[in-house]
């Protein structure tokens, strides 16, 4: 969506924040009318409702696109062209997901538990200020490194470890 919106600004000589504004608004008021789409899990529909359900909710966000869109003067054509192939691979993934989901409920729930485990260990460390050269002056990576090691931190500890997950 992001590459979407950008190369329509691009293009178009829109200010990128000026569509991200009215984006905004309008998806706002899209998605409270939208939830009431969503049945709790318990009522999950099959694959064909799925399938339904997706199609008017991506022609509805398509729709909210193409109005902002307009408005601001870019070709309603020009935009289809890029919604298009966009709406067909979302509503694979998102249809294909829910089919798993329903299915494997234990599998996509230990997938998911996955995915969080691997990106925290990626991400917590530049979170908590541990960069590719060492702590980050000023985070909280080189605040704990002086009130817990000082300048000396033992081989093997839990933040040379963290340190080395920020290096490689």
């Known amino acids: 969506m992001y590459q979407f919106t950008e190369k329509v600004a691009e293009q178009c000589g829109i200010p990128f924040c000026t569509i991200l504004k009215h984006l ?22 099959g694959h064909e409702k799925r399938m339904d359900k997706m199609t008017t909710i991506l022609d509805s966000v398509e729709e909210c696109f193409l109005q902002v869109f307009s408005k601001l003067g870019v070709s309603k054509e020009f935009l289809q062209s890029l919604t298009g192939p966009l709406k067909t691979g979302v509503r694979y993934v998102a249809v294909t997901i829910g089919d798993i989901t329903k299915q494997h409920p234990y599998l996509v729930a230990a997938l998911v538990c996955i995915v969080i485990g691997v990106l925290l260990s ?12 060492g702590p980050v002056k000023g985070g909280i990576a080189a605040w704990l490194q002086g009130w817990v090691f000082g300048g000396a931190v033992p081989a093997g500890s839990w933040f040379a470890i963290l340190q080395h997950i920020a290096m490689v």
């Open 122 to 133: 990626q991400c917590l460390p530049a979170i908590l200020g541990f960069g590719p050269l």
């Open 24 to 45: 905004g608004n309008a998806l706002s008021a899209l998605f409270e009318k939208l939830k009431k789409q969503f049945p709790p899990p318990s009522e999950a529909p």
